[in-house]
T-cell receptor
Framework: QKEVEQNSGPLSVPEGAIASLNCTYS??????FFWYRQYSGKSPELIMF????GDKEDGRFTAQLNKASQYVSLLIRDSQPSDSATYLC???????????FGTGTSLTVIP | EAGVAQSPRYKIIEKRQSVAFWCNPI?????LYWYQQILGQGPKLLIQ????????DSQLPKDRFSAERLKGVDSTLKIQPAKLEDSAVYLC?????????????FGPGTRLTVT
């Protein structure tokens, strides 16, 4: 079983600040890493994925991957109240199309 | 492009009753997943299909849960008999390879309450 660890939070940041969400994983064979956003009462929504070491930017979101440290993070710049949600980290398995999820980090952006 | 469809959205049953959930994946997605998500936890994979075949059902409680995917498209997940601890959201997802990785998309889920 692949282990994916996230700090459950809650994480609170003021509006306009940078929110930093972290995730570690146990399987060095994992190739791709995913961030999902889940609003209360809704299903997870894919917001970003990354598979190369370094940074990947998409609008206000930046995913960072360090395979040597088995660490992936998500930065949200200029945080908005609408970013308040639970953020799930997922990694893929050996076949590429199996996904293992962390328990999620709850983020609250305070206006 | 239509997303993953699920029904029903909500279901309340008594323990020991049976229940079935339906899922229609995104068109062209060969891989279909059923997850169980208990409040405050991440999704837990119950079963994964590749076309008609089962890829992984290692965490499916086979004494009470069953799933099928006929013709490699729609899928149903059944619980019989239900227990109180089955109260959860049941998520269906499908995936497709995109470049160097697979992308997985979720349906709206079915919230099951067992009383």
């Amino acid at each position: 079983q692949k282990e994916v660890e996230q700090n459950s939070g809650p994480l609170s940041v003021p509006e306009g600040a940078i929110a930093s969400l972290n995730c570690t994983y146990s399987d060095r064979g994992s190739q791709s890493f995913f961030w999902y956003r889940q609003y209360s009462g809704k299903s997870p929504e894919l917001i970003m994925f990354i598979y190369s070491n370094g940074d990947k930017e998409d609008g206000r979101f930046t995913a960072q991957l360090n395979k040597a440290s088995q660490y992936v993070s998500l930065l949200i710049r200029d945080s908005q109240p609408s970013d308040s949600a639970t953020y799930l980290c997922a990694v893929n398995g050996d076949t590429g199309n199996q996904f293992y999820f962390g328990t999620g980090t709850s983020l609250t952006v305070i206006p | 492009e239509a997303g993953v469809a699920q029904s029903p959205r909500y279901k309340i049953i008594e323990k020991r009753q049976s229940v079935a959930f339906w899922c229609n994946p995104i068109s062209g997605h060969a891989t279909l997943y059923w997850y169980q998500q208990i409040l405050g936890q991440g999704p837990k994979l119950l079963i994964q299909f590749q076309n008609n075949g089962v890829v992984d059902d290692s965490q499916l409680p086979k004494d009470r849960f069953s799933a099928e995917r006929l013709k490699g498209v729609d899928s149903t997940l059944k619980i019989q008999p239900a227990k109180l601890e089955d109260s959860a959201v049941y998520l269906c997802a499908s995936s497709l390879v995109h470049g160097a990785t697979y992308e997985q998309y979720f349906g709206p889920g079915t919230r099951l309450t067992v009383t």
